[in-house]
């Protein structure tokens, strides 16, 4: 499964933007699509995931009611939608799949794919 991320850049705060993330490959094999940021210097940490069907989400506390992860499956994509994006929101934004379901999601070790990462720059 290769994953491709696009969609960061520069944001002011309180503003929105989305961020996609294309799946190709043996796609059939993800189960669950993820979302974590990474501060350079600091550990990759969970932002929100979601079954690649569709239905359960999962959020960190930092981002829950402010960001909304979805997926089309049909488009083999997963979005992440940031709304109210604040200054430490600032950080380079991978896309992960995993083989085992949303249980796990919060956990970097049970994701076997990664897109390349981001960069979402929140500043005014």
């Known amino acids: 499964v290769q994953l491709q991320a696009s969609g960061g850049g520069l944001f002011q705060p309180g503003g929105s933007l989305r961020l996609t993330c294309v799946a190709s490959g043996r796609t059939f094999e993800m189960r669950t699509a993820g979302w974590w940021r990474q501060v350079p210097g600091k550990e990759r940490v969970f932002v929100a995931a979601m079954s690649w069907s569709g239905g359960t989400a999962v959020y960190a506390d930092s981002v829950k009611g402010r960001f909304t992860v979805s997926v089309d499956s049909g488009k083999n994509t997963v979005y992440l939608q940031m709304n109210n994006v604040k200054p430490e929101d600032t950080a380079y934004y991978y896309c992960?799949?995993?083989?085992?379901?949303?249980?796990?999601?919060?956990?970097?070790?049970?994701?076997?794919?990664w897109g390349q990462g981001t960069l979402v720059t929140v500043s005014s």
């Open positions: 992960g799949g995993s083989r085992h379901g949303t249980d796990w999601s919060r956990s970097q070790v049970m994701y076997q794919y």
